[in-house]
């Protein structure tokens, strides 16, 4: 199920929301410049990515914000960008522009940690901003779950078919809790557990926020 987009307009442009994704694809374009040389790609996936074994004995404080702009290649960032895009208006919307900022960065935060928790002494850099976008997609399952998200489905043939939100993103979630699940036994290069922490953080701060909107 691929989404192709939602069915709720944005009320205001999402001006943070386009920023984070031009701030992916300026970092994208400059590591394009990197991929003939595959020791200076290494090094700066190390260097910009969080590595969770450093943790015990130099912990990456930098990383822990850089590794979301930071992508492994072309299908990482198109897939990361498109869900920001579909997701991150309406929750932008929702929240306001700075809270909607300080909301991304907490989730990429939280997400990081929740992989971190399942994988303490991985020596392979995280990276990328679907843990952040997960939070997004989180906070989207809580505030708009009436919406419906217009997805391109294949099944013999493609077709496409309008699927309730709330549907979509908690099949969604499940698929990345089982694939974490797979995961921990066969080895993967996928986080899921980052998926997974993400859209559990979203739907947290998601549920306050709806609290407080019909609080009287």
Same mark, same amino acid.
């Given at each position: ?16 929301? #386009? ?10 374009? +400059?590591?394009? %410049? ?7 790609? #290494?090094?700066?996936?190390? %260097? ?13 404080? *930098?990383?822990?914000? %850089? ?6 290649? /072309?299908?990482?960032? $198109?897939?990361?960008?498109? !869900? ?16 909607? =900022?300080?909301? #991304? *960065? ?11 928790? !399942?994988?303490? !002494? ?10 952040? *976008? ?5 906070? +989207? =399952?809580?505030?708009? #779950? ?7 489905? @294949? @099944? $013999?043939?493609?077709? $496409? ?5 709330? *549907? +979509?993103? =908690?099949? /969604? =979630? ?10 921990? $036994? %066969?080895?993967?290069?996928?986080? +899921? /557990?980052?998926?997974?922490?993400? !859209? ?15 609080? @009287?």
């Amino acid at each position: 199920m691929f989404p192709l987009y939602d069915t709720i307009p944005s009320l205001r442009k999402p001006v943070v929301n #386009y920023i984070i994704i031009w701030l992916n694809v300026l970092v994208f374009a +400059y590591e394009l %410049t990197l991929f003939l040389d595959e020791e200076l790609l #290494y090094s700066f996936f190390h %260097t910009f990515g969080f590595v969770p074994e450093r943790m015990f004995y130099a912990f990456p404080v *930098i990383q822990v914000i %850089t590794h979301m702009f930071v992508h492994g290649g /072309w299908s990482h960032i $198109i897939a990361n960008m498109w !869900f920001l895009k579909i997701f991150g208006d309406n929750v932008e919307d929702a929240m306001g522009h700075f809270k909607f =900022f300080l909301f #991304y *960065i907490t989730g990429g935060i939280f997400a990081l940690f929740f992989h971190v928790i !399942f994988n303490p !002494f991985s020596p392979y850099p995280l990276v990328g901003a679907s843990g952040a *976008i997960s939070a997004v997609m989180g906070a +989207y =399952f809580v505030l708009f #779950y009436y919406s419906r998200i217009v997805s391109l489905v @294949f @099944f $013999i043939l493609p077709f $496409i078919v309008e699927i309730p939100a709330v *549907i +979509y993103l =908690f099949l /969604w =979630f499940v698929m990345q809790v089982a694939n974490g699940m797979l995961a921990d $036994i %066969t080895g993967t290069g996928v986080a +899921y /557990w980052a998926h997974a922490g993400g !859209f559990i953080y979203g739907v947290l701060v998601g549920m306050r926020i709806k609290k407080k909107r019909y609080w @009287f």
